[in-house]
């Protein structure tokens, strides 16, 4: 148990859906991040947030879009998505950013696009 | 920007060895970090460096030369459970939220 949670954990949707994905923290961080993971690929950083301000976004098409309403949740809402969207979408916290800033993840979502 | 890279693969006895390396080019650096990431899993924290030298901690060390742009992970005494994903990641001055990983090594440990 990593203290943080992510739902649904497995997602199929087709190009003209609308969804969200949520993922909570209960670690009691102020930072929070979503990655995307592609197959042999680097993980990609998407967004990020500190204090619930967005401090990083990192070229994402507008198709995705966040939200973060308080520390300890973040939505990743989708709109419209390509098939090359299909991908592990992995949610992260931290205590900042300073001195070690480790980031814990979630299990993350495995997004199909169809 | 960050360039990263490490090895694709690896392959390992029980009980044995293994280093993984991992090299960076980086604009700002402001530590490395080295993630353990099993199939269909979070990835989860290892180890962190910031300064040049070797951290250990049990049967895991990493070591970093920032002057050469280059880290390992070195995994003693080998088990099968080691068998994972092991992922090198840059964070980024002096915007030290963003972390940029390299794809990977997978690891794989044999009987």
């Known amino acids: 148990e990593t203290g943080v949670t992510q739902t649904p954990r497995h997602l199929v949707m087709g190009m003209t859906n609308k969804k969200s994905l949520k993922c909570e923290q209960h670690l009691g961080h102020n930072a929070m991040y979503w990655y995307k993971q592609s197959a042999k690929k680097p993980l990609e950083l998407m967004f990020v947030?500190?204090?619930?301000?967005?401090?990083e976004n990192n070229s994402v098409p507008s198709r995705f879009s966040p939200e973060c309403p308080n520390s300890s949740h973040l939505f990743l809402h989708l709109h419209t998505l390509q098939p090359e969207d299909s991908a592990l979408y992995l949610c992260?916290?931290?205590?900042?950013?300073?001195?070690?800033?480790?980031?814990?993840f979630g299990p993350g979502t495995r997004l199909t696009v169809t | 920007g960050q360039n990263i890279d490490q090895p694709t693969e690896m392959t390992a006895t029980e009980g044995a060895i293994v280093q993984i390396n991992c090299t960076y080019q980086?604009?700002?650096?402001?530590?490395l970090f080295w993630y353990q990431q099993h199939a269909g899993e979070a990835p989860t924290f290892l180890s962190y460096?910031?300064?040049?030298g070797l951290e250990e901690k049990g049967r895991f060390s990493s070591f970093l030369s920032r002057s050469k742009g280059y880290s390992y992970l070195l995994l003693k005494e080998l088990q099968m459970k080691d068998s994972a994903s092991y992922l090198c990641a840059v964070r980024h001055y002096p915007n030290d939220y963003k972390l940029s990983f390299g794809a990977g090594t997978t690891v794989t440990v044999r009987a």
């Open positions: 947030y500190s204090l619930e301000e967005r401090v």
């Open positions: 980086t604009s700002g650096f402001n530590g």
């Open positions: 992260a916290s931290s205590l900042g950013a300073g001195l070690k800033g480790e980031q814990y």
């Open positions: 460096n910031v300064l040049d």
